[in-house]
Nanobody, 120 residues
């Protein structure tokens, strides 16, 4: 059983930056970041797999960067030019699948989430 622990969330003004981290207890091939705002469905933000495949949601392309340190079993999400609509609980997820996906159903392991709040 892989455990994932997110950190780095917080409150920031629009246009600001945050860096999220997700520490895993083991290595899994694909990892992703998801977010869920109140009253909305959970949506995929970015995903990265061991072969180097990276995908982003259109809403964050050019502003967010996903990366991972396999030696530390840690996933990162660098968020820049943050907007109020980026406000949500952000979750880290992992799976042993061999292809990147932004579908929540594609992941078996989830962290507890870290809150990101962007004010205008």
């Amino acid at each position: 059983q892989v455990q994932l622990v997110e950190s780095g969330g917080g409150s920031v003004q629009g246009g600001g930056s945050l860096r999220l981290s997700c520490a895993g207890s083991g290595y899994l091939y694909c990892m992703g970041w998801f977010r869920q705002a109140p009253g909305k469905e959970r949506e995929g933000v970015a995903a990265i797999c061991g072969g180097g495949a990276i995908i982003y949601a259109d809403s964050v392309k050019g502003r967010f960067t996903i990366s991972r340190d396999n030696g530390k079993n840690t996933l990162y999400l660098e968020m820049k030019s943050l907007k109020p609509e980026d406000t949500a609980m952000y979750y880290c997820a992992a799976e042993s699948r061999r292809s990147a996906t932004l579908k929540p159903s594609g992941y078996s392991y989830w962290g507890q989430g870290t809150q990101v709040t962007v004010s205008s």
